[in-house]
């Protein structure tokens, strides 16, 4: 098993930043791939980025490209997104995810954290 704890989520002005974690705990976490996956109210859950087990090869959603940064830290076992340029239809909430198997878009994770948060004010 493999347990994710997310942080960082929170109230921000649009054009503002964030930056969330992602401790993972329970397996060898250089193992796995990672990713961040969102929900918005009354939307499908949606692939924002992914990164592979090395941190060599990165995805990103369309809708974040250029804006969002995906990057880990083996020895911390923690994956970050560094949001910038935020907008209202970031807000959602966002979960971290992982899985043995490096799947750019994919939402068949295995194991999910519990989300955090992310308001966009206009």
């Known amino acids: 098993q493999v347990q994710l704890v997310e942080s960082g989520g929170g109230l921000v002005q649009a054009g503002g930043s964030l930056r969330l974690s992602c401790r993972a705990s329970g397996r060898t976490f250089s193992n796995y791939a990672m990713g961040w996956v969102r929900q918005a109210p009354g939307k499908e859950r949606e692939v924002v980025a992914t990164i592979n087990w090395s941190g060599g090869n990165t995805y990103y959603a369309d809708y974040v490209k250029g804006r969002f940064t995906i990057s880990r830290n083996n020895a911390e076992n923690t994956v970050y997104l560094q949001m910038n340029s935020l907008k209202p239809e970031d807000t959602a909430v966002y979960y971290c995810?992982?899985?043995?198997?490096?799947?750019?878009?994919?939402?068949?994770?295995?194991?999910w954290g519990q989300g955090t948060q992310v308001t966009v004010s206009s």
């Open positions: 995810n992982a899985d043995r198997t490096y799947s750019p878009s994919s939402l068949t994770y295995a194991y």
